[in-house]
């Protein structure tokens, strides 16, 4: 700043000295004159000598003055100094930046001129008639340029830097190239004039002055030691003398990895442990090459060089290519080997050709695996059994004897049992100790043809150690099986059907399935040879054709004939059946196109018209709205049981819709006073507590005599029992009170179940109650009513 003081000041003492070697000028060193020719018919427009004429002012920029900054002057030769004259300027910052004094035509800039801002301005001027504001002289343009000073310091537009170089580079090696820039103008003295040098960053880095390349200064730098540098670079204008204007920035210089370390184990002997139970695949411990490198020169690839596990384990590299993971390659077996060593290598896979002098990259470690002991379930002598079984086979036939063992040094007893889901129609059974296999129940090829049968193994002294195996077990086929027709077992025969003539083709199926295939011999059943209608002829090839022997079929002699075909197979032992073919006698067209196979077709008369037709069909319809109209009212009309209407006994029947408990409903009526009264007394005072006792509304019809003819309680209770029961029978058109009578017999809890119609209506279905016949004399009644009597009749068929 203090440089840049001192510039300002000289420029302020130069430019007053400059402007007056300027203004003493004479007018010719100023421009060349030009002239300029007016025509018209004014009078008033004449030809004139151009008396001013300018190319360009200059003025220096960072004027910090109090005083405007004087520019130049205007100046016209017709101009006598008497005040007539008025100059006028126009143009890029007229009025704003710049004034003109219109009396003696001098030039001010009265704002701060930046030259990075603005570098020149483009003006006019104009000599005028102050009085009658005519043009004395054409408009005439000039440039005001602004000269630079030095007031703009180098910058680095693009800084901080990110910068990396590979470590162990050379001297001298680039690291990246930096570019300041000055604002101040290039072409007018040194202030743009950039020289670069490093700050900060040695011995480390070093920097060019003239085209910024940032280099590597010192050999060998190691990023395993150091890694990230910092590097302050300085630009200088004004060629790096003094006074200059200066900027910086600063590199951040990472140093990239190379692969110049070897790996190297933590350990020389790595101590691991497995169960012997574990599967396949199991992984067993992981080990790490370390290596001071990173990225892919660190990445590794171990393998095993050596060592009598190595057919027993495997090792690979974990996703990020670091870690050594070791697995289990086969299955293991503490009682065979309890232990393994291994010999285990890790290299590098990425290498630096530059850096093979470091090596070797790799590096070697012993991995000892002890086998840890388990308690394993018995081991089978084979992965799975097969067996093949004829069907014939006896009961107690031995299929196979299965194997296990403890594999443990204890050698625990083994007990076998078949897994019950594997057999569960228990066709088989296994010898607790033996494990002898054998059939319990008689084999069916054709109803199961495999048994899959899975034998359990289980230790004696331990039952939660489990084993299985599965055996597999075909059945043989014998020929046991008869023939059969299949499909085709009724055939028709036409009326025009001639000698000869083909009316089916039989086929026969058999459920064995022999080895040489299925062949079946066709012949008529003995009792059928000599029938003379029809013949069947054995094609040889599995399948028959039964022929007409005659012709003249007719419906009206006989519609249906049955065929008896005699099939036998071709194994041994042979087996034989005889099937019925049903043979129908039908009508057919020309074609042999069945149209009736009906001994009578029904037809109308010829002489019955339509209209008769019609008629008939309206009495049946009328006919049968009128039986459906009976039978709706007889259904929705109530009749009276009772003959004498004026009777009242609704009290009797008013909690008829309430269903009784039978013999578990103890609280209704006293039961057992009815069935012997002597004994009422004992249970005078016990009465239901759901209701009201009816007796006082049900005595008014009694006959009084009864009532009057007992003194004590146990007489009135026995002679209104008597009375009802008198009154009941006596009466043909009294229904049966059987909530008196057989109220003991009726409800829920009864052998007879409920007899009431409460909730019958949820059954779509008739009730039957022929059943009320075996209930004895008491439900005879009910069973006149609603029952069927059995009768002696014999059946319609």
Same mark, same amino acid.
């Given at each position: 700043m203090g440089d840049r003081a001192h510039l300002l000041a000289f420029a302020r003492t130069l430019l007053p000295v400059v402007l007056g070697i300027l203004t003493l000028l004479p007018q010719s060193l100023l421009g060349t004159p $030009?002239?300029?020719?007016?025509?018209?018919?004014?009078?008033?427009?004449?030809?004139?000598?151009? &008396?001013?004429?300018?190319?360009?002012?200059?003025?220096?920029?960072e004027y910090t003055g109090l005083e405007p900054l004087y520019i130049g002057k205007l100046h016209s030769d017709m101009d006598k100094?008497?005040? =007539?004259?008025k100059y006028i300027l126009t143009g890029e910052g007229a009025g704003t930046t710049f004034t003109i004094d219109d009396s003696t035509g001098d030039i001010h800039a009265i704002q701060r001129l930046d030259r990075e801002v603005k570098a020149q301005y483009v003006l006019r001027a104009q000599a005028r008639n102050r009085l009658t504001d005519r043009p004395l002289e054409p408009e005439s343009e000039f440039i005001v340029k602004i000269q630079d000073i030095n007031d703009n310091e180098p910058k680095f537009p693009d800084?901080?830097?990110?910068?990396?170089?590979?470590?162990? &580079?050379?001297?001298?090696?680039?690291?990246?190239?930096? #570019?300041? #820039?000055? $604002?101040?103008?290039?072409?007018?003295?040194?202030? $743009?004039?950039?020289?670069?040098?490093?700050?900060?960053?040695?011995?480390?880095? =070093?920097?060019d002055a003239k085209t910024g390349v940032v280099r590597v200064s010192l050999a060998d730098m190691d990023r395993e030691t150091r890694e990230n540098y910092t590097v302050v670079i300085q630009a200088k204008d004004m060629g790096g003398q003094l006074g200059g204007l200066a900027g910086t920035t600063t590199v951040n210089i990472t140093l990239s990895d190379v692969n110049d370390n070897p790996p190297m184990f933590d350990q020389r002997l790595y101590q691991m442990s497995i169960p012997e139970s574990a599967p396949v695949g199991s992984v067993v411990g992981r080990i790490w090459a370390k290596d001071r490198d990173i990225g892919v020169n660190a990445e590794m690839k171990y393998s095993i060089i050596d060592g009598d596990g190595r057919d027993t384990f495997d090792i690979s590299t974990d996703p990020t290519n670091l870690f050594g993971i070791i697995t289990v390659k086969k299955p293991l077996n503490f009682e065979n080997k309890p232990s393994y060593t291994l010999k285990v290598e890790g290299a590098n896979t990425h290498l630096d050709p530059v850096f093979r002098h470091r090596g070797p990259f790799k590096d070697v470690t012993i991995v000892h695996v002890s086998v840890e002991d388990v308690d394993e379930p018995p081991l089978f002598d084979s992965l799975a059994y097969y067996v093949e079984l004829s069907e014939e086979a006896e009961i107690g036939t031995v299929v196979r004897t299965v194997s296990a063992r403890d594999p443990d040094a204890a050698n625990n007893t083994v007990r076998y049992s078949i897994e019950r889901s594997s057999d569960p129609d228990k066709y088989f059974y296994i010898e607790i100790t033996s494990g002898s296999l054998m059939t319990v129940r008689s084999l069916d090829r054709e109803e199961i043809g495999w048994h899959n049968i899975t034998v359990l193994a289980m230790e004696m002294n331990n039952p939660t150690?489990?084993?299985?195996?599965?055996?597999?077990?075909?059945?043989?086929?014998?020929?046991?099986?008869?023939?059969?027709?299949?499909?085709?077992?009724? $055939?028709?025969?036409?009326?025009?059907?001639?000698a000869g003539q083909l009316i089916q083709t039989v086929t026969a199926v058999d459920p064995d399935e022999p080895l040489g295939g299925q062949h079946f011999y066709y012949s008529l059943a003995p009792e059928a040879v000599n029938n003379p209608n029809f013949t069947l002829?054995?094609?040889?090839?599995?399948?028959?054709?039964?022929?007409?022997?005659?012709?003249?079929?007719?419906?009206?002699?006989?519609?249906?004939?049955?065929?008896? /075909?005699?099939? &036998?197979?071709?194994?041994?032992?042979?087996?034989?059946?005889? &099937? #019925?073919?049903? /043979?129908?006698?039908?009508?057919?067209?020309?074609?042999g196109n069945v149209m009736s196979c009906n001994a009578e077709a029904y037809s109308l008369p010829a002489s019955l018209s339509r209209g008769a037709l019609i008629a008939i069909l309206a009495c049946i319809f009328v006919l049968l709205v009128m039986i459906l109209l009976m039978l709706s009212l007889r259904t929705h009309r109530k009749k009276p049981y009772l003959?004498?209407?004026e009777e009242n006994v609704h009290e009797n029947i008013v909690r008829y819709d309430d269903e009784g408990g039978g013999e578990e409903d103890t609280e209704a009526f006293d039961i057992a006073a009815m069935w012997n009264p002597r004994e009422a007394h004992h249970h005078l005072g016990k009465m239901r507590q759901d209701m009201l006792p009816e007796i006082e509304s049900l005595s008014r019809y009694v006959p009084q005599a009864c009532i009057m003819g007992g003194g004590s309680g146990d007489s009135n209770v026995h002679g209104y029992v008597l009375a009802k029961l008198l009154e009941a029978d006596m009466d043909p058109c009294a229904p049966p009170y059987d909530s008196l009578q057989t109220y003991a017999y009726e409800g829920e809890g009864s052998i007879a179940e409920s007899l009431s119609s409460l909730q019958s209506g949820t059954s779509n279905t008739d009730h039957e109650y022929d059943y009320l016949n075996d209930w004895g004399p008491r439900f005879k009644k009910l069973a006149e009513m609603y029952g069927v009597l059995e009768t002696n009749s014999p059946p319609l068929w």
């Open positions: $030009a002239e300029e020719e007016h025509a018209g018919s004014s009078a008033l427009l004449q030809r004139v000598k151009r &008396s001013w004429v300018w190319n360009q002012f200059f003025v220096l920029e100094g008497d005040g =007539s004259i800084g901080p830097y990110q910068a990396s170089v590979p470590e162990m &580079s050379k001297i001298g090696t680039s690291v990246i190239q930096l #570019t300041a #820039t000055d $604002a101040d103008d290039p072409t007018y003295g040194n202030s $743009a004039r950039v020289v670069y040098s490093i700050l900060e960053g040695q011995p480390y880095f =070093s920097v150690q489990i084993s299985s195996v599965s055996v597999a077990v075909r059945v043989l086929d014998v020929n046991d099986n008869p023939p059969s027709l299949v499909h085709y077992l009724e $055939a028709y025969v036409c009326e025009n059907a001639k002829r054995d094609n040889q090839d599995n399948t028959a054709w039964v022929l007409t022997r005659r012709g003249g079929w007719s419906q009206q002699d006989q519609t249906v004939f049955y065929l008896p /075909i005699f099939i &036998s197979d071709g194994e041994q032992p042979v087996q034989t059946s005889t &099937s #019925t073919l049903t /043979i129908r006698v039908c009508s057919c067209d020309q074609e003959c004498d209407e």
